[in-house]
């Protein structure tokens, strides 16, 4: 009923920059927040950035700087710009949504919507 669905990875140089999206679809009632997380090899999923409440963002200490993201609220798309890329960037990113839609004839409220992943490779 609801899809996450990402693009824009792929391969760039340390140094170079990409921009993945993330579009949802589905019977949307409202989105409360939305994020990036990713997951390289051996390492847990971290956040990288993400909308909270309103306006707010958060992102974590290493993409400060570097990455921003950014929303249509009009296409429940977020993006997340990447400049600078470094090798540590490397990872599965993941979209996830804090949203609520309609199931048949009810509101549900679920925060564990998922993209399938992107990978983001850096390398020369």
């Known amino acids: 009923q609801v899809q996450l669905v990402e693009s824009g990875g792929g391969l760039v140089q340390p140094g170079g920059s990409l921009r993945l999206s993330c579009a949802v679809s589905g019977r949307i009632v409202r989105v409360y927040a939305m994020g990036w997380y990713r997951r390289a090899p051996g390492k847990q999923r971290e956040l990288v950035a993400a909308?909270?409440?309103?306006?707010?963002?958060n992102y974590a200490d290493s993409v400060k700087g570097r990455f921003t993201i950014s929303r249509d609220n009009a296409q429940n798309t977020v993006y997340l710009q990447m400049n600078s890329l470094k090798a540590e960037d490397a990872a599965v990113y993941y979209c996830?949504?804090?949203?609520?839609?309609?199931?048949?004839?009810?509101?549900?409220?679920?925060?564990?919507?998922w993209g399938q992943g992107t990978q983001v490779t850096v390398s020369s």
């Open positions: 909308f909270t409440s309103g306006d707010n963002t």
């Open positions: 996830n949504a804090d949203l609520s839609y309609y199931s048949n004839t009810r509101i549900l409220r679920n925060s564990d919507h």
